[in-house]
């Protein structure tokens, strides 16, 4: 039997949990020079022994995994595949100390808590050591058919079932439609929770009921057209999806069930499903960030919600990476939204000298393509509507999340009488939408803008320097009889030192939100 250690992983004071409320994303620790992503694809291809057997793969027993827990001998588990993590240790962006939480156990749980998203098979290819060997009591009890369940009268009266509130589908035609009719048996909490995809004849619905997702997954038993259309009614929690058939005709049934289909699972045990998009247009909006504008598929209806971002993955060398980020709107200015199409993202995205995938994709062509999973993360709008005042601290492209949460601020909650954004950088030309920022600010007097650089011209007459306690107090008041609610977004170190210093100031868990970085 396995001792899996007690403490949790990461540990609490790690920046490598997943972001909840007053809490930062994930840490990513200062790597030393040379030991990038890119350093690390190039170092596993290079055809070193990254096992130390020789391309041999074997069954690993639990006393054998245990035996390799150290850092020079480091092999953990996940999802009963064995590898050997001694040589990724310097290129883990979490550090050494996250990775040895799993030397030498089954790290499944562990890895889950941080890197559902990640294609660690691709990543750590070159270091599978082998299969763990199933345990003999494992064996046995698959071998031996459970007892037979013997059923006694009874006199008692069963109890009235209770009734299912799990969410159910329907379907009905007419000659030249098909429509499939989702009852979620509750309200729906926001607009824009179902994601469509209709490819080759397969249809995909997965809709996102607070921290649980219903599927609804079919190989169509017809031939329909690409074209897909979803109408929801959120008061009473009825989503239809109506789809075009190719031929007139009758239906006998409307497909054949694929994998998880029909069922209701916990959003975080949900694998993210990746579709294929083009690159629209790609903007420059400043020396390093451009916003790129991807369509979607034709059969795919996605709205991502504000506060929510995507994963962007690509194929680089051979090894599959995979990146979160925040969609923004089209424009900043408050009005009707004028993105071009529904099938649009925009993505404001800073590219890095040594960023492996802001490096690829900055090298993509109009028309070339990139794959996008559906929407992910953990923000409410719940907490906003009896906000009064609204705080936003953002560091660099820590900005994206909070473009649409200032428009729709703006728009749709009466109860915000203020909206105050401070905005970090390191130099004035570093500033992102600054001209809209500017704009917004002269438009609308609920709305105000502070920018703090840390590397200022002589010229420079804003604030200077860093998030610290002296900005926290001079800039975050509390007025009297206000409800305040603050999101924070940046680098790590910017997000965990801004929460530490707002929960001085008083501020709650419950009156933050940091958004996952």
């Known amino acids: 039997m396995l001792n899996i250690p007690t ?30 992503l890119m350093d690390w694809i190039r170092f596993s291809k290079s055809g070193k022994d990254l096992t130390g057997l020789r391309g041999r793969l074997i ?9 390799h827990n150290t850092r020079n001998d480091c092999w953990t588990c996940i999802r ?19 990775l040895m939480k799993a030397a030498g156990i089954d790290g499944t749980d562990l890895f889950d808590q941080v890197h559902r998203w990640v294609n660690y098979e691709s990543m750590l290819k070159e270091c599978l050591v ?5 345990k003999p009591t494992t064996a046995i009890k698959a071998m031996i058919p459970p007892p037979q369940a013997v059923f006694t009268p009874s006199n008692q009266v069963s109890p009235l079932p209770v009734k299912d509130s799990r969410p159910r589908y329907d379907w009905f ?25 209709l490819e080759d004849g397969v ?13 609804v997954h079919l190989r169509l038993s017809e031939n329909v057209d690409g074209d897909v259309a979803v109408h929801t009614a959120l008061s009473v929690g009825k989503i239809q999806v109506t789809i075009r058939k190719q031929a007139e005709g009758k239906w006998s049934s409307f497909g054949q069930p694929l994998e998880f289909h029909n069922t209701v699972l916990s959003k975080k045990d949900r694998a993210p499903f990746f579709r294929d998009c083009v690159l629209v247009s790609k903007t420059e909006v400043n020396h390093n960030t451009n916003v790129f504008q991807l369509q979607l598929p034709r059969g795919t209806v996605m709205h991502v919600p504000v506060g929510k971002h995507v994963y962007l993955k690509s194929l680089i060398q051979d090894a599959e990476v995979v990146r979160p980020y925040t969609p923004i709107d089209q424009v900043l200015s408050i009005g009707p939204n004028t993105s071009s199409e529904k099938t649009d993202l925009y993505l404001m995205i800073k590219v890095y000298p040594d960023g492996a995938l802001t490096q690829h994709l900055n090298s993509l062509h109009v028309g070339d393509h990139v794959s996008v ?59 992102l939408w600054r001209r809209e920022l500017d704009e917004l600010t002269a438009n609308d007097e609920r709305f105000q803008v502070e920018h703090i650089l840390s590397e200022p011209c002589e010229s420079w007459t804003g604030k200077k320097g860093h998030v610290d306690d002296a900005i926290i107090k001079d800039v975050l008041a509390r007025p009297e009889g206000s409800k305040c609610y603050v999101c924070v977004c940046g680098p790590t170190l910017f997000t965990e030192q801004t929460v530490r210093l707002l929960k ?13 970085g």
Request: charged share 20%; with cysteine.
């Open 7 to 36: 403490q949790s992983f990461p540990a609490p004071s790690s920046q490598q949990r997943v972001a909840r409320p007053g809490q930062s994303g994930r840490n990513k620790v200062a790597l030393k020079p040379g030991h990038s």
């Open 80 to 98: 009963g595949m064995v590898y050997n993590v001694t040589s990724y240790m310097d290129y883990h962006p979490g550090g050494e100390d996250e």
């Open 173 to 197: 035609q007419t000659a030249t439609t098909v429509h499939l009719v989702i009852y979620t048996q509750r309200k729906i909490p926001i607009s824009g929770c179902t994601v469509v995809d």
């Open 373 to 431: 999973s559906g929407p992910e993360g953990t923000f409410s709008l719940r907490p906003l509507r009896d906000t009064t005042v609204l705080y936003l601290l953002a560091a660099g492209t820590g900005f994206t999340p909070m473009c649409r949460l200032v428009r729709v601020a703006l728009q749709e909650i009466s109860t915000i009488r203020k909206i105050q954004l401070l905005f970090f950088n390191r130099r004035e030309e570093d500033i």
């Open 504 to 516: 001085q100031q008083g501020f709650s868990e419950e009156e933050i939100h940091a958004f996952q």
């Open 59 to 67: 069954e690993v027993t639990h006393e054998e995994l245990q035996k």
């Open 130 to 134: 082998g299969r763990m060997a199933m």
């Open 203 to 215: 249809l995909r619905v997965e809709v996102l009921l607070g921290k649980m997702s219903y599927m």
